[in-house]
């Protein structure tokens, strides 16, 4: 049972979330549209959000988590920017 209580820990939210809804606007085949990169913009600044919080923790875990958050969101707002410019 407490395999299933980590599961819905705050520092998970993400990897259910954003990370999902960022890799299926990036492999997207119809245009963007204004929703779209809005969406889009929301996922990005919510990694980086919860990036910054979990950085701001002292446990190693946190840590990890909050610089993969940041790194994907830096990754994210890339890749969105050079697929809507193109």
Known sequence: MSKFR???QPLYIPLFTAFPVGVWM???KTPWTGIDI???LL???F???TGVVETEEG????L???YVYLLTGGFFGVV???KWLN
Do not use: P
Request: without cysteine; aromatic residues 16%.
């Open 6 to 8: 980590n599961i819905g």
């Open 26 to 28: 990036i492999l997207k």
């Open 38 to 40: 809005s969406l889009y």
């Open 43 to 45: 996922v990005i600044l």
């Open 47 to 49: 990694l980086i959000f």
């Open 59 to 62: 446990d190693k875990k946190q």
């Open 64 to 66: 990890f988590f909050g």
């Open 80 to 82: 969105g920017l050079i």
